[in-house]
C-alpha cells in the first residue's frame, strides 16, 4: 500500500497534491505500514480512495461525511455509510433506506453499496479514511483529520454549489470549513438509531436534488439497485 503516492484520480492528485508530501502524511504512512504489519486494517489498500476515484474532483456536487470506516470484516469499501455488496447493512445504512423511500417512494434496496451514487458526483468521505478491524475509532487523531479536514476546505475553496449533507454534530462540526456564500449546507440527525429516529423526515435526498435542478443540474438517481 502507497499512501504518500496513493492511486487517486489525477483531479484529486492535482488539488492535492501539497498534502500527499506533508509531514504529517508521512507520519500517517508509517503508521499505517505498522498497523497492517500486526492487525487487519480496513478497508483493504486498493479501496482506501475509492471515494475520490469514483468521484472526480471536478464532479463533485454533493458531499456526504461519516466519521469512521465499518470495522468488521468485509464491509468497508472506501465510501462513507456504503458496504461491499452482500454485506449486511449496518443500522445506520437501514435508517438512511428508510428516509430514502420515505421521501422519494424509492424501495428498500438490497444491495447496501453506494458505488451508484459516488459515480454520479456524490463524495462519500469518512473524516477517518481506515480503521483496525473490530476496533472503531482506532485511527482517528493519526493524521486522516488533517486530510479530509483539507479535502472539504479545497471543495469550498475552488468548487461552487456543492450541497453538503452533515449529519450529527461530528459532521456538522465540519462545517466552519465550507464557505456557505457559495455552497449549501444541509444539517439532519445522525441516521444512527442512537439518534432516537431524529433522522428521519429530514428529506434530505429532495431537497438536494431541488436544490441541484435550480442550478441547472441534473438531480442525482438515489436508487441503489439498478
Known amino acids: 500500500m502507497t499512501v504518500t503516492q496513493p492511486q487517486i484520480e489525477d483531479g484529486w492528485k492535482k488539488a492535492l497534491s501539497k498534502e500527499f508530501s506533508a509531514p504529517y502524511f508521512t507520519e500517517l504512512k508509517q503508521f499505517l505500514l505498522a498497523e497492517k504489519s500486526k492487525h487487519q486494517v480496513f478497508p483493504p489498500g486498493p479501496l482506501i480512495f475509492s ?13 456526504i461525511l461519516g466519521q469512521d470506516p465499518y470495522h468488521g470484516p468485509g464491509q468497508a469499501n472506501g465510501l462513507s455509510f456504503s458496504v461491499s455488496p452482500g454485506i449486511r447493512h449496518p443500522p445506520s445504512l437501514v435508517n438512511i433506506f ?6 422519494l417512494g424509492i424501495p428498500y434496496p438490497k444491495s447496501g453499496d453506494l458505488t451508484v451514487w459516488a459515480d454520479q458526483g456524490v463524495l462519500l468521505i469518512n473524516a477517518t479514511l ?10 482517528q487523531g493519526k493524521g486522516w483529520e488533517t486530510f479530509t479536514d483539507q479535502v472539504i476546505h479545497t471543495i469550498s475553496l475552488k468548487k461552487e454549489g456543492v450541497v453538503f449533507l452533515l449529519w450529527g454534530k461530528f459532521a456538522q462540526s465540519k462545517e466552519p470549513l465550507i464557505d456557505t456564500t ?23 435526498f429532495s431537497k438536494t436534488n431541488q436544490i441541484l435542478s435550480e442550478q441547472g443540474l441534473d438531480p442525482i438517481d438515489w436508487r441503489v439497485d439498478r
Request: proline share 8%; aromatic share 10%.
Open 51 to 63: 471515494a475520490f476515484n469514483h468521484c472526480p474532483f471536478s464532479a463533485v456536487r454533493v458531499v
Open 98 to 103: 428508510k428516509e430514502l423511500q420515505n421521501d
Open 130 to 139: 481506515t480503521v483496525r478491524e473490530n476496533e472503531a475509532a482506532s485511527h
Open 182 to 204: 457559495k455552497h449549501f449546507v444541509l444539517k439532519a440527525a445522525h441516521p444512527s438509531p442512537l439518534a432516537r429516529g431524529a433522522f428521519f423526515g429530514s428529506k434530505p
